[in-house]
């Protein structure tokens, strides 16, 4: 509305000149004068029609996508609540939750993300030692806050270790963080069986002020098991369930 306001003017006056030629052409007056008319006239026709389109179909068409935009998204955050709260395990009643904001040193196709930074921190009652989930999948651990923003080491940061279980076979071992896109489940006794394509949970190790990682949340699949008569334990290589780059949103378990 603003934009065919602002061309009302411009409207007015191409109108004016265009009754101008009109009249001259009529009194049969030089084609001069009617030339140097046109000449006037066209860039203003030129300029109308960009500006009409620019300023009132073009204002609006942006405004259309921005508000199609924001509703996508907005739809597609709540999808995600309605899918956690969906999850019985772990209870919503214990979940924040945040918007992922930033990847360091992810680079897509070059580098890996084995870290990554969330909008909720200390001023939310966020503490180190907090599990990030996705459902019922454990994304990672909260190692530091600030008062709006906390850093999460996700499952395959190196250095990162917790007791974890398979499903099938009830095996125990120590799940390890490798710094690439698997992790490894290690220390399994040779007299526990491991299968390809067993889902690994958590063991459950959450201490005295509640901080830790609960039973039975997802970590991954074994995708290759590695055994040797030789060695006093076997492992296996697990495949994460979630591919974190794609997520924009995940929960922290408050306790």
Do not use: C, W
């Not at 204002?59 to 509703?71: C, F, G, H, P, T």
């Not at 907090?130 to 395959?156: E, Q």
């Not at 490798?178 to 220390?187: A, Q, Y």
């Not at 495949?239 to 408050?254: H, I, N, P, Q, Y």
């Amino acid at each position: 509305m603003r934009g065919r306001r602002k061309f009302f003017p411009v409207f007015v006056g191409f109108f004016l000149l265009s009754l101008l030629i009109f009249i001259f052409s009529q009194k049969g007056l030089a084609n001069g004068v009617t030339g140097v008319l046109q000449t006037i006239t066209l860039p203003i026709q030129r300029y109308s029609f960009s500006f009409f389109h620019s300023s009132s179909g073009g204002d609006e068409n942006i405004d259309l996508r921005m508000q199609a935009a924001k509703v996508a998204a907005l739809e597609k955050d709540n999808q995600a609540l309605r899918d956690q709260f969906a999850v019985i395990n772990p209870s919503s009643k214990t979940l924040i939750p945040a918007f992922i904001v930033g990847m360091p040193a992810f680079l897509p196709g070059i580098s890996i993300v084995d870290e990554i930074i969330i909008d909720k921190g200390s001023d939310d009652k966020i503490k180190p030692g907090s599990s990030i989930v996705f459902k019922d999948n454990l994304i990672g651990k909260i190692v530091k806050t600030s008062p709006h923003l906390s850093v999460v080491d996700l499952l395959n940061h190196k250095g990162f270790s917790f007791t974890a279980k398979t499903t099938a076979t009830h095996a125990l071992g120590i799940m390890q963080g490798t710094g690439t896109e698997t992790i490894v489940l290690n220390n399994v006794l040779l007299s526990d069986t491991l299968q390809k394509g067993d889902i690994v949970v958590t063991k459950g190790d959450i201490n005295s002020d509640g901080l830790g990682f609960p039973p039975d949340l997802i970590i991954g699949k074994i995708i290759s098991i590695n055994k040797k008569a030789s060695a006093l334990f076997q492992s296996a290589e697990v495949e994460r369930l979630v591919d974190v780059t794609r997520l924009e949103m995940v929960f922290v378990m408050m306790r």
